[in-house]
């Protein structure tokens, strides 16, 4: 028998009607909206995840253009899948509520991506404007703004800016290298020349930053101090071409090093560092010849040159005038003296025994080596020619007198010509004087018993004498 089955009892549970525009709407967040809304949780985890490494690898790893293009080819995917899985265009349903749940999701995500490459199209248009002015300071401050935002939607420019960033530090620690330099540290020169070079071989893009970099230490030259100026100057004059904006550097060196070497010379004979004086007069010289500064130069040659002389000269006479000193065995010339001339005055200094030089007149005598023509080196003095022959009286033998022979005072001398330092005499002088006295006064004894004059004395030489004998030699008879 047939029975009636109620109403409703013998249909199947139809299907439920899914809206294609919502889970495409939803699916276009990236976190499986879409998927949610159709049912397939499985699905919306296992999408969210891979939506996840691969925002991850964007921002973290390949942060490249074609990153991009493949985080866009999956969104694409995602919203073409959840389209088709919810029907398409067979399927006419349409959830209102549906499509307000993931325009909620996806649209404030789409405009904050929106936002943040406008946004970071924005900051990377500051940073080329900093680049092409060599502005590092402009280009830090914008790229300061960039947050992780924008890094998950324009990972290229994290890229970019980190490349601006490491090319500001880079910039930033060689002018600090520079800065060094400009004080003389030719390894700060290095490392800061160094610094520059790799950025513009590692970081193309940035030239015109290098360019400012340089610019600020060609500014400081030249420095306060000449004789660093020399140092910077020489150190650039010696590098070595890198055929590259560097190179450039080298023009400062023809415009300052030749005030640099004068000022740095002249300081130094101040401070009478002669030798390293005369060394920087005839740089200048050497490598800029017909500079005209070369004047100056040659005349500061001149002089440090002629304080070298002087001061050897002093050296040589250092000590005590009652001693010989070593200028006696080993003369030297102070070329800015006067000659040793016939029929003047050449007046000298006296070194060794003073007993008659002393006595010679004032005029004679040179205050200082400054005022010498002659070095005169005077020896103990010896018993020079016999004058004469006179008996006396011996104490001891009184019916048996003693002759006693007085001699001229002869004392070997030595003149130098101080201009050329050559021996001009090497003599003895003998001093003539009075003779044969009435009585012989004498200090001889042999333990206390006198037994007589010597057989020998000296003259006895008045002032006129001692000047009579080197006369000759002072003025050049």
């Known amino acids: 028998m047939d029975l009636v089955k109620g109403a409703g009892l013998d249909r199947e549970p139809a299907e439920r009607s899914h809206d294609p525009l919502a889970a495409a709407l939803g699916n ?17 985890v296992a999408t969210t995840l891979v939506s996840v490494v691969l925002v991850a690898s964007l921002v973290w790893g390949a942060r490249s253009g074609w990153a991009e293009v493949v985080v866009f080819l999956w969104w694409v995917a995602l919203v073409v899948h959840a389209w088709f899985l919810a029907g398409g265009r067979r399927q006419g349903a349409v959830s209102g509520d549906e499509r307000l749940v993931a325009l909620a999701v996806t649209v404030p995500v789409l405009l904050a991506v929106g936002f943040l490459r406008f946004d970071a199209a924005r900051i990377e248009r500051t940073v080329t404007e900093a680049r092409q002015g060599g502005d590092c300071v402009r280009a830090l401050t914008a790229l300061d703004r960039v947050s992780f935002g924008h890094r998950v939607a324009d990972a290229p420019l994290t890229v970019r800016g980190e490349r601006s960033v490491d090319a500001c530090q880079r910039l930033r620690t060689a002018e600090q290298s520079l800065v060094s330099g400009l004080t003389g540290d030719t390894d700060g020169l290095k490392a800061g020349f160094d610094g520059l070079a790799s950025v513009l071989a590692d970081l193309p ?5 290098v360019d400012t970099a340089l610019d600020r230490f060609l500014g400081g030259l030249p420095a306060r101090d000449p004789c660093r100026t020399v140092a910077v100057t ?14 450039r550097a080298t023009e ?13 010379a ?23 010849p017909g500079q005209e500064l070369s004047a100056r130069a040659v005349e500061g040659v001149k002089q440090a040159g002629l304080a070298i002389e002087m001061a050897n000269v002093r050296s040589l006479l250092d000590g005590p ?8 065995t080993k003369p030297a010339p102070y070329s800015a003296a006067a000659p040793y001339t016939r029929g003047r005055t050449n007046r000298a200094l006296f070194y060794g025994d003073e007993e008659y030089t002393k006595k010679l007149p004032a005029a004679w005598r040179a205050s200082d080596v400054t005022a010498a023509v002659l070095i005169v080196c005077v020896a103990q003095k010896e018993y020079g020619t016999t004058v ?6 011996n104490k001891l033998f009184r019916q048996f007198p003693t002759n ?4 001229k005072i002869a004392i070997p001398v030595q003149g130098y010509e101080l201009r050329t330092g050559k021996l001009v005499f090497n003599t003895k002088v003998q001093i003539s004087g009075a003779s044969c006295p009435r009585v012989l006064t004498y200090t001889r004894y042999t333990g206390l018993v006198d037994i007589g004059p010597p057989s020998e004395v000296y003259v006895t030489a008045s002032d006129a004498n001692v000047r009579a004998a080197f006369r000759s030699l002072i003025t050049r008879g």
């Open 28 to 44: 276009a967040s990236l976190i499986g909206v879409g998927y949610l809304m159709l049912g397939r949780i499985r699905l919306a």
């Open 205 to 209: 893009g940035h030239e015109k930053m």
């Open 234 to 247: 020489d150190w650039l004059r010696q590098r070595q071409p890198t055929n590259n904006a560097l190179d």
């Open 252 to 264: 400062v060196v023809a415009r300052t090093a030749p005030a640099a070497l004068v000022g740095c």
């Open 266 to 288: 002249d300081g130094l004979m101040a401070g009478s560092e002669w030798e390293a004086a005369r060394t920087r007069y005839q740089q200048l010289l050497d490598q800029y």
């Open 321 to 328: 005038t009652s001693t010989r000193p070593e200028y006696c």
């Open 388 to 393: 004469r022959t006179c008996p006396y009286e």
């Open 404 to 407: 006693v022979a007085f001699r």
